[in-house]
């Protein structure tokens, strides 16, 4: 299936694009392997005719808004975003008319109705750098993610409204067995992705994007031990960065004991969706195809552009 995914690529001039966190398989068929900034980025500058995004609706949402002129192909349309489903635009328009002197800022795990009732939009490797663009004395409303929007009040001094969304993967670490890896492995460093609760974020040494953990790994090859608090997924990647290390992933709070150190305990059945058989159905019938209704794509461009444009 390899082979054929491959070829069929490359006879289409289509490019694969795969999340950190998709199955370790789909990741090694991919050309491009990244975050969410990533991807858009990627797909902003492809030259390729059709887009094969390995990841969450949103995300091929944001390519086809991003490359008009290309096919955008998703693997399962069905594979959705919980962060994603906790903000509807009906009720964002609600929330963003009760705070008309705000500016919205929009985290990219939003449909692309969402993105165009926003003034611009961040992903978890910019958020940081965007809401500081804004003078201090700007109102803000922040969503849907609040733990990432409590992160960044927190390390910004800000009171931005933040809407009260989770991704369930981050949401759902367990405290308690990150504190019992903590004990066993005391020389391991823990990393952390700010969509956590705060009472994972406060027992964490590194707190990062997907694709900041990964760089740490990367850069940091004299650790030996690493905690991982984010979508395992990613752990193929660090493990390929640094064969010699050790990775713990921790568990949700739903896990049984005899799971320890699984690593699909805490895994996002969303991002699983994509897989080797659905690629190659994708690329054969070059459907499902990602549409973007056109004066919806056209109001999004614009808070993606500023996205872009700041990273």
Known sequence: ?????????????????????????????????????????????????????????????????????????????????????????????????????????????????????????????????????????????FGPDCHLGAYINAQTGRTMELWNGGCHVHSRFSVDSLLSLKREHPTAV???????????????????????????????LEQSEFIVVTEPGVIYKMQEAHPSAVFYPVLANDSTPSSKGCLSCNTCEYMRQNTLQNVLACLQNEQPVVTVDASVAQRALLPIHRMLSLS
């Open 190 to 220: 823990v990393l952390a992705h700010p969509e956590c609760p705060q009472n994972i974020l406060d027992h964490s040494d590194v707190i990062g994007s997907t694709a900041a953990l990964l760089h740490y790994v990367q850069n940091h």
């Open 1 to 141: 299936m390899k082979e054929q995914i491959r070829a069929l690529a490359k006879a289409k001039n289509a490019v694969i694009m795969a999340h950190y966190y998709c199955r370790p398989e789909v990741q090694e068929v991919a050309d491009f392997i990244g975050d969410s900034l990533a991807l858009a980025q990627q797909a902003q500058k492809t030259d390729a005719d059709i887009i094969v995004m390995c990841g969450v609706h949103f995300m091929a949402e944001t390519a086809a808004i991003l490359c008009p002129d290309k096919k955008v192909l998703i693997p399962d349309a069905t594979a959705g975003c919980s962060l994603a489903d906790s903000c509807r635009a009906a009720d964002l328009a609600v929330w963003k008319a009760q705070h008309p002197q705000h500016k919205v800022i929009s985290y990219v795990n939003t449909s692309a109705e969402v993105k165009a009732l926003s003034d611009i939009v961040v992903t978890s490797s910019n958020a940081l750098k965007i809401v500081n663009s804004f003078p201090q004395d700007t109102p803000l409303l």
